[in-house]
């Protein structure tokens, strides 16, 4: 079931919301230039343009993703990648905007890259946001093993890193749901098998449920 228009514009809202928040504590933290922990000097640049257009470039894609322009919030961050590849916020943000416009592959893709950039444990809380959602994209592509292997890459980042103050009880829950699911799964796996059965003519594949032989005619 779809959610309403309502619900879909509130949760967008909402993320837009959660991206600005994200960015505002990670700039306060002094990791918006590098993800390395230390502030650069604003007169900094690189061949690409600068760290000091990454900022302006990660507040321009906030804004367009908050106004449902996901191409130009793409756009927008993917020049806030250029400004400053090595920071995982830009390529973390790009996946949440490949999200939106329904381009699951290249968030996927987006969401990876941030977690090798991150993988350093400079910054715990951001890398366990970037586990969160890879964990969750597996579950949105039905890829059920390779969403519970996911939630457990999230749990033990948890556990190594308290302080990322990650959501072990979503990761367990989720790990639950898709072992329910998966034992579900198993148990229709015969009601299946009839169904497909049953469309290719062989209705009675039971003998014990098949209709009694015809009586014999009389002598």
Not at 13 to 23: E, K
Not at 83 to 109: I, M, R, V
Not at 170 to 197: E, H, L
Request: proline share 5%.
């Amino acid at each position: 079931m779809k959610p309403s228009r309502p619900l879909r514009k509130l949760t967008v809202c909402a993320l837009a919301t959660a991206l600005a928040l994200v960015s505002a504590q990670v700039f306060a933290d002094g990791t918006g230039a590098t993800g390395t922990g230390k502030k650069k000097p604003a007169a900094d640049t690189s061949e690409s343009g600068g760290s000091g257009n990454f900022k302006p470039a990660v507040a321009d894609g906030i804004a367009k993703y908050a106004a449902r322009d996901f191409p130009g919030a793409v756009s927008a961050f993917q020049k806030a990648i250029e400004a400053d590849p090595k920071n995982a916020l830009g390529h973390y943000f790009l996946g949440e905007a490949q999200l939106a416009a329904g381009n699951l592959t290249e968030a996927e893709a987006a969401w990876t890259r941030a977690s090798l950039v991150a993988n350093d444990a400079k910054d715990p809380s951001l890398r366990a946001r970037v586990l969160f959602v890879l964990a969750d994209l597996k579950e949105r592509q039905k890829k059920w093993d390779d969403a519970r292997a996911a939630w457990q890459v999230y749990l033990d980042w948890a556990a190594k890193y308290p302080e990322a103050k990650a959501f072990t009880g979503s990761g367990q829950s989720r790990q639950q749901m898709i072992d329910a699911m998966s034992k579900q799964d198993k148990a229709y796996a015969v009601v299946r098998q009839r169904i497909a059965d049953t469309k290719n003519g062989n209705v009675f594949t039971d003998l014990s449920k098949q209709p009694p032989a015809p009586a014999a005619p009389a002598q």
